[in-house]
């Protein structure tokens, strides 16, 4: 499966607030450049994916972490 730490990023990218997405991406690395373009893409996500969408990736996700090759 996914590591915890990516397993909770994607899941804070998909459905969390920017304000707590950023707080974890902190909690790993805190470059201005960094934390600048994590908020760039979580804004483009939150007002470009739909509901439908963000499903569909999660649904990935999920397979993904069930494959016994993962």
Known sequence: GLCPALDKKVELFLHGSLENYLDHVKSYNNNDAVLQEAENIKQ?????LTD?????I???IERIKASPSC
């Open 44 to 48: 483009c996500a939150d007002s470009r």
């Open 52 to 56: 439908e969408d963000k499903a569909h």
């Open 58 to 60: 999660a649904a990935l």
